[in-house]
Nanobody, 122 residues
Framework: VQLQASGGGLVQAGGSLRLSCAAS????????MGWYRQALGKQREFVAA????????DYGDSVKGRFTISRDNAKNTVYLQMNSLKSEDTAVYYC????????????????WGQGTQVTVSS
């Protein structure tokens, strides 16, 4: 499956952005989906994940209460609504699909797509 993240940009602290990740080449409704991010000079970190039907979600501690993950299986797309953005949210954001829900935070991916840059100015 191919994944294409988009929607990043430059935003002021306190603002909002919505990221999208479009999937092609697979059966999207069967995939757990996750968002991850990597800031310059730091390790990639887990941001959020959503189960196949959308009934379960999980968030990293640093974004809990500010970010919301959702999906539209009819459009083969997963979203990340980011509110109350902070300068520390500045990073390249990636989407990916872990093999199952249990591995959403820890799976060691061998492939990452291009990602989308989010820059929050303070």
């Amino acid at each position: 499956v191919q994944l294409q993240a988009s929607g990043g940009g430059l935003v002021q602290a306190g603002g909002s952005l919505r990221l999208s990740c479009a999937a092609s080449g697979g059966v999207f409704r069967n995939y757990v989906m996750g968002w991850y991010r990597q800031a310059l000079g730091k390790q990639r970190e887990f941001v959020a994940a959503i189960s196949t039907g959308g009934g379960m979600t999980d968030y990293g501690d640093s974004v809990k209460g500010r970010f919301t993950i959702s999906r539209d299986n009819a459009k083969n797309t997963v979203y990340l609504q980011m509110n109350s953005l902070k300068s520390e949210d500045t990073a390249v954001y990636y989407c990916n699909r872990p093999p199952n829900w249990l591995l959403r935070r820890t799976f060691e991916y061998t492939y990452w797509g291009q990602g989308t840059q989010v820059t929050v100015s303070s």
